[in-house]
């Protein structure tokens, strides 16, 4: 059974693209068939697996909007263990749109739940900086919400909103969503960094990852020339973080799973 999985956070410049490429593709490293789903109108994720988003013609939001199969929107990337649903500049308009439906939240979950052959392990979906239309169709889809932060002020700041929607998701239509911090872009040199990272530790406990991703300028290359970080450097620092969270995701899901049963 596919474990859902959002990345979201309000505030943009966190890593949450770079995380989706990166964790996805720590996963297919270790066996998970994943599938990335881009959501975020400027498509660096669909840009970042090596597809131009002005030439896809049917992308995430013919789901959202015309309730396209989603199977037959999902590409193949070259990547093995990696499928794509591609995002191009129309879901600006199906942010606009979506509130109109009856019932909008709900139409990605129901595209998932309506795909026959949903063979992935892990679904990893990229939203974009807002907390629109959009994200609220992947919280309310999802199982887990991933939050990555920067130890800084107004990156921790805006927490405060991201706790807001997820009440709001509990209470109408997703009472299981449960949520993780990824502390981002963290300079173990800089004490204000290591304060912070320390203050969220306190403030969320075991709603922060034990993982954190350090500064790493090889993630701000990967992305660009189209290969994730665990292909481009294997062996580079953020590589290794990516996978230590690809191992402590795997651990939380098969406990999740298993207080279920």
Known sequence: MS???????????????????????????????????DLDPQANLTLALGFEPGKIERASSDIL??????????????????DLVPANMSLEQAEQI??????????????IEATSKFNYDIVLID???????????????AQLLIIPTQ???????????MMTVIR?????????????????????RNRTHRDIRDQLERTFGEGLFKTVIEI??????????????TQYKPNSRGAQQY????EELIQYVQQTNSEKD
Not at 7 to 28: D, F, H, W
Not at 100 to 107: D, G, K, P, Q
């Open 3 to 37: 474990y859902l999985i959002a990345i979201s956070n309000e505030k943009g410049g966190v890593a949450k693209t770079t995380t989706a490429l990166s964790l996805g593709a720590a996963l297919a490293e270790i066996g998970q068939k994943v599938l990335l789903i």
């Open 98 to 111: 979506l509130p109109v439906y009856l019932n909008y939240a709900i139409r990605l979950q129901n595209a």
């Open 127 to 141: 939203c974009p900086p807002s907390l629109g239309a959009i994200t609220i169709n992947a919280l309310t889809a």
């Open 216 to 229: 790493d300028t090889k993630l701000r290359e990967s992305p660009i020339l189209g290969v994730p970080i």
């Open 151 to 161: 130890a800084e002020y107004f990156s921790a700041y805006a927490l405060r909103d």
């Open 168 to 188: 709001q998701v509990r209470a109408e239509n997703n009472p299981n969503l449960a949520y993780r911090i990824l502390v981002t872009l963290l300079d173990q």
């Open 243 to 246: 996978r230590t969270l690809a």
């Open 65 to 82: 909007l015309n309730s396209a199969p989603l199977e037959e929107i999902c590409l193949q990337t070259n990547f093995p263990g990696i």
